[in-house]
């Protein structure tokens, strides 16, 4: 696992993943509903929107860093195991949006293994106060040697997030 460092995003991320995160959940309710494996409970929104957030953080990161790439589609009726970003140079990213107070990290155990699934790097972006969130690359193959835990909805590979220290605006080091 490599921190990549923290960030601040533009405010208006947020917005724009509210509303992609309810277009989603309407158009792909026939995917996550109670009668399939991917059911997300009343929290389907909620998730959707954390991991539309993620993906528009890192998009951000990237063109802020002028870093080439392509990405999936944010919404579409059917979701496609395909990778989320694309890099210039050829490393195919899946991104996974991290609650501030979560303590873990978790990849989904069945989408993971899929063989079509087709990913070098989980890049997860736990998101923190004021628009900023923290960046955090680990590739494929390391998830294989993560704990696999039953969650709440699926079964998931898992691992602690580690420790950082950081300076805040003020210079003072705290650690997350």
Not at 86 to 96: C, F, Y
Not at 102 to 131: G, M, P
Not at 138 to 163: C, M, S
């Amino acid at each position: 696992m490599t921190y990549k460092g923290t960030f601040r995003y533009p405010k208006i991320l947020e917005s724009v993943a509210r509303e992609l995160a309810e277009l989603r959940s309407k158009l792909s309710a026939d995917v996550y509903n109670a009668n399939t494996e991917k059911y997300r409970g009343d929290k389907e929104v909620e998730v959707s929107y954390l991991g539309i957030l993620a993906e528009l953080v890192a998009q951000n990161y990237l063109i802020e860093s002028e870093i080439p790439f392509t990405s999936a589609n944010l919404v579409d009726t059917k979701p496609l195991p395909e990778p989320d970003i694309i890099l210039k140079s050829g490393e195919k990213l899946d991104v996974k949006g991290v609650k501030a107070t979560a303590t873990q990290f978790w990849v989904n155990h069945k989408a993971h293994l899929n063989s079509s699934k087709d990913c070098d790097f989980y890049w997860f972006v736990k998101l923190r106060a004021n628009c900023t969130a923290s960046h955090f690359l680990v590739p494929h193959g390391d998830i294989d040697e993560w704990q696999i835990r039953e969650l709440r909805y699926t079964k998931a590979f898992v691992n602690n997030i580690v420790r950082i220290k950081q300076e805040n605006e003020n210079n003072r080091v705290y650690a997350s």
